[in-house]
C-alpha cells in the first residue's frame, strides 16, 4: 500500500519535493511508461488541491495523443502547436496560463477549466509528452508550480 501525501500545512515547494520524491520512489526501475504517467497523474491529483484536470498528451506522429489523466474526459488528439498543450509541445516551453479565455487559440476540452500549467517532457532534447494541470480557478498557478512541475518533468522525462 502506498500513502503519498503531503501535510496540510505544507509549503508549496516542500509539497512538489514530496510530490517529486513520491514519483521517483513509484516509477524508479519500472519500464512501463503508461503505467508511471498513469502513477504520475493519480499523485498529482491526490497532492496538488483545485485540480479539474492531471495528466499527459504523449507526441504520437506529429501531434498530441491524450494519455493517462485524472478528471473528466478530455481532447483525443490535439494539433502541434494549438492551443496551451500544442503550443507547449511545438515551442518547448512551459505554458502558465492564468486565464484560459484569453488564451489564443485556446482548445475548450472542459468548460470548468479556467487556468492552466502545461510543461514540455523532453527526451534527448526532443519533447515526448506534456504534462497538463488544470484548475477551476482563475490564477491558480504560479512559479513555484511552474518550476516544481519542470523539475518533475526532469524527473520522469526516461520513464515514460
Known sequence: MFDFRPADDCPKPEVYQQLQDAVDALTSGEPDGVANMANIAALLWDFLPDLSWAGFYRVVNGELVLGPFMGRPACIRIPLG????????????????????????????????????????LRNGDVVAVIDLDSPSKARFDQEDRKGLERLAEIISDRI
Do not use: W
Not at 492551443?83 to 502558465?96: E, K, P
Open 82 to 121: 494549438k492551443g496551451v498543450c500544442g503550443t507547449a509541445a511545438a515551442d518547448g516551453a512551459t505554458q502558465l496560463v492564468s486565464d484560459v479565455h484569453a488564451f489564443p487559440g485556446h482548445i475548450a476540452c472542459d468548460s470548468v477549466t479556467n487556468s492552466e500549467l502545461v510543461v514540455p517532457v
